[in-house]
């Protein structure tokens, strides 16, 4: 049974900041490609922020330098740690993991940042 299941989201104010967690079950975790994606209401999902099994990390240019993403390969865990946040950094964020054969998503955890 593979799960995904995010948590640390919840509701902001501009300049604060979250940790999102997502843990994972069922899978081997360390040969997955884990990444955060995002949707806000109206528009597209969109990748924030991609990690390789090895480490090697990614950024959209919306959240460069304001957002960190890492894993801990022991605890199946792959973190999102958000600084500085925006209100248009309000949407729901996604835990993916993926490899050749299989994607797989969690249900998604609500960030909204809001004055």
């Known amino acids: 049974q593979v799960q995904l299941v995010e948590s640390g989201g919840g509701l902001v104010q501009p300049g604060g900041s979250l940790r999102l967690s997502c843990a994972a079950s069922g899978i081997t975790f360390s040969m997955y490609h884990m990444a955060w994606y995002r949707q806000a209401p109206g528009k597209q999902r969109e990748l924030v922020a991609g990690i390789t099994g090895q480490g090697s990390t990614n950024y959209a240019d919306s959240v460069k330098g304001r957002f960190t993403i890492s894993r801990d390969n022991a605890k199946k865990v792959v973190y999102l740690q958000t600084n500085s946040l925006k209100p248009e950094d309000t949407a729901v964020y996604y835990c993916?993991?993926?490899?050749?054969?299989?994607?797989?998503w969690g249900q998604g955890t609500q960030v909204t940042v809001s004055s």
């Open positions: 993916r993991a993926a490899n050749y054969d299989y994607t797989y």
